[in-house]
């Protein structure tokens, strides 16, 4: 019922540093829930308003950024439907922050805890890290459960909380919190476990509405809810339980108030509770009344007729009894719970009335209700009357159940005889028990009253037959059938003790064999073993059962036959104690026996897909007069089936069935019909459903990532192997490895039927992580494994493919694509035309100074210190000729302290401070186009002695000239000192005027 406790954690007052993170807390225990909200000095707190604040459905307050504004003191206000409570006040106290802040490395200060819930509940983690700089909070799942964070039902509360809603069996795991101090590596982390049951809490599916009704009419609030173990269903009136009577029926999810009274006018409360919890949901009645009504009929007594007949009589209203249009007499049984009530109606020429279909024996209440145009009267006075026994014995024996606790009893139970079979009161039994080798039977008289009497000191592993008669004070009726039982081995004392057997007929051929093990028993159970057979008839089984199966149908039976049905739990060392009880079928009686119509079907059937392997049924049952027992069958079968063996048939008393063991993705089509005092109704309407596809077992296959543009990259996949796998929705998560290890995924979702992306706005000189994972509407699948690709900078870019973790970078391979190509293309196309130019100049400009230097040539007269010079640097030429190696590679002359070089030109032309220096280039016109690998000429050592008038010359053994090919040029004399050539040559020697000498070819140097 609706309670609340104490507060079990009560905020603490606390000290936070400016800019620092306080944190309150608080927890009690309610039914319903209690909604926790937070007050600052008594003032409802505005979280929603602020995002440094973050209240938690957990009752915890998380406050970041503290500031002066934030000092106060602080309360939880904790409230339900019917209560509210305030927990103690905490201060929060602002210390002034210090100048300096200094690196700290984080710290979890609320770390998640480990949770147990249940299905489709909602869970919070908190996480909550102090650091500085202030830490980045990340969420992940640890490595050993192979699975991602689900995010579609997972979201940030606050500045770091994880909250997990609509909790599903994958969502259990080890989830891993991480504090990380932006920009490094420091970081520290925190876990905790989160386990999900197998079990859903109620939900109601159906709510009760409220409803205005006339005094002396009729209410009916309905109120359905499923949860997993099935939830028990009970009313309440102003939060107080209900109890059946004769006005007020409960038919578990449903509440019948007949002939409304005024103090009906209340609040009426649906609740559904099971193992895991309870809800509520209310709803009101409010009764309408009217001052014409007449008073209620007064004087009411009841004289016994016989044993099946009452008359009843009473007097006229005394208020408006003259506007009286008839008279409604109710009675039922005085005894016993949820008795039904029956209403006749009569006219109003009459004040009393003979009721004739009573049982005898029986006590049965009675009021009277006068009727008006307007509306009813209140309720006449009660009275209880009897009716006579009918003087006849009973026409059917107990039925009894033999159970043993020991080798050496056997506890003997019976229920009581059915009210149309006992004709009459019973008064006393005659129990009688024999051992099946012996014929002496003994007997036992016990009590009317008495329904179990305990055997003791018999022999143990010994079979013993029991049967009892019941008498009225006419005399004994018939005897059961003798009904066997063997007593326990002596040496059986770790077996498993009997179960609580309870049998039931649903039909004429159908029983429901129901069990319960003792609470107290200490011994291992393995299972059930299940025996039945018909009387005189060999015995069938064993069925073997699992020890979580508490219920069996038996059906295919005969009608009007006695069954003996016997139940022993057992293990692995022997069996245990049995139970053993008898039960009838009764008579199949046909509609034409009865001469009655056969009862309606079931109506408004309602199904829904719960799992992909079951499907919840729902309907509701016809108006009946009468409140028998009615159980209902439950057909189903694949649609298009064409084996009928393979047609499933199910069995309940209740309005609704969660079918399970179903194929997945599979359309099914469910007809519901009932039974009901022997009769069956037909067929309801079909109804066809399908099951929820499986959830993807596997991860999408084939991830393939491939870099198009710079900062663009497609990654295409292919739906998770398997035929009935359903996708509805891809989930593509990559980051990159920086934001990897921080936890920052960057998520897209695309269609079923969608298999590729693009990955936009990538950052080049990054290597970003890939997977993906497929869905539906039952949930998600594993992520596939991570695909690595590596985004190289411009000047290299690259296009790579990696594979999970492998990361590879082939060498020598570019990716050239169609515009890297035409860029290249028109670039070589440049650079020919700009070398082919360059030629055409150098030939231009060689012939120019060919004539040019001929012309200089002819001049006769040189200035007398230029040809000292020149024979000072003589000597120094003709000891180095020997050793000089020609570069010819040297396309670039050395600029020396007394050389020009022409450098646009390009050529090898050297002018000294005495004009241009002449050399043959005859045969270094297209050196650049020739091999660089050319032999070393070697030069004879010469000597040079001048006189006015001589030429000297200097020749070369090894020339690769023409034999006999000799050049000369006139030169003034010295111009051997002047030489041309990289100071990097490898046939350069040093001259006498600490220049360059190089010799490029065999030349001859006149000296004039």
């Given at each position: 019922?609706?309670?609340?406790?104490?507060?079990?954690?009560?905020?603490?007052?606390?000290?936070?540093?400016?800019?620092?993170?306080?944190?309150?807390?608080?927890?009690?225990?309610?039914?319903?829930?209690?909604?926790?909200?937070?007050?600052?000095?008594?003032?409802?707190?505005?979280v929603?308003?602020?995002?440094?604040?973050?209240?938690?459905?957990?009752?915890?307050?998380?406050?970041?950024?503290?500031?002066?504004?934030?000092?106060?003191n602080?309360?939880?206000?904790?409230?339900t439907?019917?209560?509210?409570?305030?927990?103690?006040?905490?201060?929060?106290?602002?210390?002034?922050?210090?100048?300096?802040?200094?690196?700290?490395?984080?710290t979890?200060?609320?770390?998640?805890?480990?949770?147990?819930?249940?299905?489709?509940?909602?869970?919070?983690?908190?996480?909550m890290?102090?650091?500085?700089?202030?830490?980045?909070?990340?969420?992940?799942?640890?490595?050993?459960?192979?699975?991602?964070?689900?995010?579609?039902?997972?979201?940030?509360?606050?500045?770091g909380?994880?909250?997990?809603?609509?909790?599903?069996?994958?969502?259990?795991?080890?989830?891993?919190?991480?504090?990380?101090?932006?920009?490094?590596?420091?970081?520290?982390?925190?876990?905790?476990?989160?386990?999900?049951?197998?079990?859903?809490?109620?939900?109601?599916?159906?709510?009760?509405?409220?409803?205005?009704?006339?005094?002396?009419?009729?209410?009916?609030?309905?109120c359905?809810?499923?949860?997993?173990?099935?939830?028990?269903?009970?009313?309440?009136?102003?939060?107080?339980?209900?109890?059946?009577?004769?006005r007020?029926?409960?038919?578990?999810?449903k509440?019948?108030?007949?002939?409304?009274?005024?103090?009906?006018?209340?609040?009426?409360?649906?609740?559904?509770?099971?193992?895991?919890?309870?809800?509520?949901?209310?709803?009101?009645?409010?009764?309408?009344?009217?001052e014409d009504?007449?008073s209620?009929?007064?004087?009411?007594?009841?004289?016994?007729?016989?044993?099946?007949?009452?008359l009843?009589?009473?007097?006229?209203?005394?208020?408006?009894?003259?506007?009286?249009?008839?008279?409604?007499?109710?009675?039922?049984?005085?005894?016993?719970?949820?008795?039904?009530?029956?209403?006749?109606?009569?006219?109003?020429?009459?004040?009393?009335?003979?009721?004739?279909?009573?049982?005898?024996?029986s006590?049965?209440?009675?009021?009277?209700?006068?009727?008006?145009?307007?509306?009813?009267?209140?309720?006449?006075?009660?009275?209880?009357?009897?009716?006579?026994?009918?003087?006849?014995?009973?026409?059917?024996?107990?039925e009894?159940?033999?159970?043993?606790?020991?080798?050496?009893?056997?506890?003997?139970?019976?229920?009581p005889?059915?009210?149309?079979?006992r004709?009459?009161?019973?008064?006393?039994?005659?129990?009688?028990?024999?051992?099946?080798?012996?014929?002496?039977?003994?007997?036992?008289?016990?009590?009317?009253?008495?329904?179990?009497y305990?055997?003791?000191?018999?022999?143990?592993?010994?079979?013993?037959?029991?049967?009892?008669?019941?008498?009225?004070?006419?005399?004994?009726?018939?005897?059961?059938?003798?009904?066997?039982?063997?007593?326990?081995?002596a040496t059986?004392?770790?077996?498993?003790?009997?179960?609580?057997?309870?049998?039931?007929?649903?039909?004429c051929?159908?029983?429901?064999?129901?069990?319960?093990?003792?609470a107290?028993?200490?011994?291992?159970?393995?299972?059930?073993?299940?025996?039945?057979?018909?009387?005189?008839?060999?015995?069938?089984?064993?069925?073997?059962?699992?020890?979580?199966?508490?219920?069996?149908?038996?059906?295919?039976?005969?009608?009007?036959?006695?069954?003996?049905?016997?139940?022993?739990?057992?293990?692995?060392?022997?069996?245990?104690?049995?139970?053993?009880?008898?039960?009838?079928?009764?008579?199949?009686?046909?509609?034409?026996?009865?001469?009655?119509?056969?009862?309606?079907?079931?109506?408004?059937?309602?199904?829904?897909?719960?799992?992909?392997?079951?499907?919840?049924?729902?309907?509701?049952?016809?108006?009946?007069?009468?409140?028998?027992?009615?159980?209902?069958?439950?057909?189903?079968?694949?649609?298009?089936?064409?084996?009928?063996?393979?047609?499933?048939?199910?069995?309940?008393?209740?309005?609704?069935?969660l079918?399970?063991?179903?194929?997945?993705?599979?359309?099914?089509?469910?007809?519901?019909?009932?039974?009901?005092?022997?009769?069956?109704?037909?067929?309801?309407?079909?109804?066809?459903?399908?099951?929820?596809?499986?959830?993807?077992?596997?991860?999408?296959?084939?991830?393939?990532?491939?870099?198009?543009?710079?900062?663009?990259?497609?990654?295409?996949?292919?739906?998770?192997?398997?035929?009935?796998?359903?996708?509805?929705?891809?989930?593509?998560?990559?980051?990159?490895?920086?934001?990897?290890?921080?936890?920052?995924?960057?998520v897209?979702?695309?269609?079923?039927?969608?298999?590729?992306?693009?990955?936009?706005?990538?950052?080049?000189?990054?290597?970003?992580?890939?997977?993906?994972?497929?869905?539906?509407?039952?949930?998600?699948?594993?992520?596939?494994?991570?695909?690595?690709?590596?985004?190289?900078?411009?000047?290299?870019?690259?296009?790579?493919?990696?594979?999970?973790?492998?990361?590879?970078?082939?060498?020598?391979?570019?990716?050239?694509?169609?515009?890297?190509?035409?860029?290249?293309?028109?670039?070589?196309?440049?650079?020919?035309?700009?070398?082919?130019?360059?030629?055409?100049?150098?030939?231009?400009?060689?012939?120019?100074?060919k004539?040019?230097?001929?012309?200089?040539?002819?001049?006769?007269?040189?200035?007398?210190?230029?040809?000292?010079?020149?024979?000072?640097?003589?000597?120094?030429?003709?000891?180095?000729?020997e050793g000089?190696?020609?570069?010819?590679?040297?396309?670039?002359?050395?600029?020396?302290?007394?050389?020009?070089?022409?450098?646009?030109?390009?050529?090898?032309?050297?002018?000294?401070?005495?004009?241009?220096?002449?050399?043959?280039?005859?045969k270094?016109?297209?050196?650049?186009?020739?091999?660089?690998?050319?032999?070393?000429?070697?030069?004879?050592?010469?000597?040079?002695?001048?006189?006015?008038?001589?030429?000297v010359?200097?020749?070369?053994?090894?020339?690769?000239?023409?034999?006999?090919?000799?050049?000369?040029?006139?030169?003034?004399?010295?111009?051997?000192?002047?030489?041309?050539?990289?100071?990097?040559?490898?046939?350069?020697?040093?001259?006498?005027?600490?220049?360059?000498?190089?010799?490029?070819?065999?030349?001859?140097?006149?000296?004039?």
């Amino acid at each position: 019922l609706i309670a609340i406790s104490a507060f079990e954690v009560q905020p603490v007052s606390t000290e936070v540093q400016e800019g620092g993170i306080a944190r309150f807390a608080c927890k009690i225990s309610s039914n319903p829930p209690a909604i926790i909200t937070w007050e600052l000095n008594r003032t409802t707190l505005p979280v929603t308003m602020d995002s440094r604040i973050t209240a938690l459905p957990t009752g915890v307050l998380q406050i970041y950024d503290v500031g002066p504004r934030d000092a106060g003191n602080y309360r939880c206000v904790a409230a339900t439907v019917a209560h509210r409570r305030k927990s103690m006040e905490a201060s929060l106290t602002v210390i002034p922050a210090k100048e300096s802040k200094s690196f700290h490395t984080p710290t979890i200060i609320a770390g998640p805890q480990n949770i147990t819930t249940s299905l489709h509940q909602t869970v919070v983690l908190e996480c909550m890290a102090t650091g500085s700089p202030r830490p980045i909070i990340s969420w992940s799942r640890l490595e050993i459960d192979h699975k991602s964070i689900d995010v579609f039902n997972t979201r940030v509360l606050g500045n770091g909380n994880l909250m997990i809603s609509d909790v599903k069996l994958q969502h259990a795991g080890i989830y891993v919190c991480r504090a990380t101090i932006p920009g490094t590596r420091n970081f520290t982390v925190a876990m905790a476990t989160l386990t999900v049951l197998e079990t859903a809490p109620p939900l109601f599916v159906e709510w009760p509405e409220s409803l205005t009704r006339p005094r002396a009419g009729t209410a009916r609030f309905v109120c359905q809810a499923e949860g997993i173990p099935s939830p028990k269903m009970s009313w309440l009136k102003n939060g107080r339980k209900i109890h059946s009577n004769g006005r007020i029926k409960m038919y578990n999810s449903k509440l019948v108030i007949n002939q409304i009274i005024p103090e009906d006018d209340a609040i009426y409360q649906c609740m559904a509770e099971n193992s895991q919890g309870s809800i509520l949901s209310r709803a009101r009645l409010t009764v309408v009344m009217s001052e014409d009504r007449p008073s209620a009929p007064y004087n009411v007594h009841a004289e016994t007729m016989s044993s099946s007949a009452i008359l009843l009589a009473w007097e006229r209203p005394l208020y408006n009894s003259d506007k009286v249009i008839a008279y409604s007499v109710h009675y039922m049984k005085a005894e016993g719970l949820n008795n039904e009530e029956y209403q006749v109606v009569i006219g109003n020429d009459t004040t009393h009335y003979i009721i004739d279909d009573l049982e005898p024996a029986s006590n049965y209440t009675f009021y009277i209700v006068a009727y008006m145009p307007m509306g009813a009267s209140q309720m006449s006075d009660h009275v209880t009357q009897n009716t006579l026994e009918d003087g006849l014995v009973p026409l059917r024996p107990p039925e009894i159940s033999l159970t043993s606790r020991s080798p050496t009893d056997i506890l003997i139970s019976w229920l009581p005889i059915p009210a149309k079979y006992r004709r009459g009161q019973v008064v006393l039994y005659h129990l009688s028990f024999r051992l099946s080798t012996e014929s002496s039977i003994q007997v036992l008289e016990l009590p009317g009253t008495t329904h179990e009497y305990l055997l003791k000191g018999l022999k143990p592993d010994s079979i013993y037959l029991v049967r009892i008669t019941a008498a009225t004070r006419v005399g004994l009726g018939e005897s059961s059938v003798w009904t066997s039982h063997r007593t326990p081995k002596a040496t059986s004392v770790q077996a498993p003790r009997s179960p609580e057997l309870h049998l039931e007929p649903l039909n004429c051929t159908t029983i429901s064999v129901k069990w319960q093990q003792d609470a107290e028993d200490t011994a291992a159970i393995q299972g059930y073993k299940l025996y039945y057979k018909e009387e005189g008839q060999q015995e069938n089984g064993p069925i073997l059962l699992d020890t979580s199966d508490l219920l069996y149908t038996l059906s295919g039976l005969d009608p009007r036959r006695k069954y003996h049905v016997r139940l022993l739990a057992y293990n692995s060392i022997e069996d245990g104690y049995q139970a053993d009880q008898t039960v009838s079928t009764p008579g199949c009686v046909s509609v034409r026996d009865r001469m009655v119509p056969p009862p309606p079907p079931p109506h408004h059937l309602y199904a829904k897909a719960n799992t992909s392997s079951s499907i919840f049924l729902h309907w509701r049952r016809p108006a009946f007069t009468t409140a028998q027992i009615v159980n209902y069958t439950i057909r189903c079968n694949p649609v298009g089936l064409q084996n009928a063996s393979l047609v499933l048939y199910l069995q309940t008393s209740e309005t609704h069935m969660l079918v399970q063991g179903l194929e997945p993705n599979t359309k099914y089509e469910f007809a519901v019909r009932l039974h009901v005092d022997q009769l069956s109704s037909p067929w309801s309407p079909v109804v066809y459903h399908s099951t929820l596809p499986e959830a993807p077992a596997g991860p999408p296959v084939g991830v393939k990532v491939t870099l198009i543009e710079d900062d663009t990259a497609l990654v295409s996949w292919k739906p998770p192997d398997g035929p009935e796998t359903v996708v509805t929705r891809y989930t593509i998560l990559y980051a990159s490895r920086k934001a990897w290890i921080a936890g920052e995924w960057q998520v897209l979702h695309r269609e079923g039927a969608i298999t590729m992306a693009l990955l936009e706005n990538l950052v080049a000189g990054n290597v970003y992580i890939v997977k993906i994972s497929a869905s539906n509407e039952v949930g998600e699948g594993p992520f596939s494994n991570s695909v690595e690709l590596a985004v190289l900078p411009n000047c290299s870019t690259s296009r790579t493919e990696f594979s999970s973790r492998n990361t590879a970078f082939p060498e020598g391979y570019y990716h050239l694509d169609q515009k890297s190509m035409t860029g290249i293309a028109v670039g070589v196309g440049i650079a020919l035309t700009c070398i082919l130019i360059c030629v055409l100049i150098l030939i231009y400009r060689s012939k120019a100074r060919k004539s040019s230097a001929s012309k200089m040539a002819q001049n006769g007269t040189q200035p007398l210190s230029r040809t000292s010079a020149s024979l000072a640097g003589g000597n120094e030429v003709g000891k180095n000729l020997e050793g000089a190696v020609e570069n010819e590679d040297s396309l670039i002359p050395m600029k020396m302290p007394t050389s020009f070089i022409d450098a646009k030109g390009g050529t090898d032309l050297i002018i000294n401070s005495y004009g241009p220096i002449i050399k043959n280039n005859s045969k270094k016109k297209w050196r650049f186009f020739q091999d660089s690998k050319k032999p070393q000429r070697r030069f004879t050592q010469s000597v040079c002695f001048y006189q006015p008038g001589t030429t000297v010359l200097i020749s070369d053994e090894d020339s690769p000239s023409s034999p006999g090919q000799t050049t000369s040029f006139p030169r003034p004399f010295g111009v051997a000192a002047d030489t041309e050539h990289s100071a990097n040559s490898e046939g350069s020697h040093e001259t006498g005027d600490s220049g360059r000498f190089s010799h490029e070819s065999n030349d001859e140097i006149h000296l004039s």
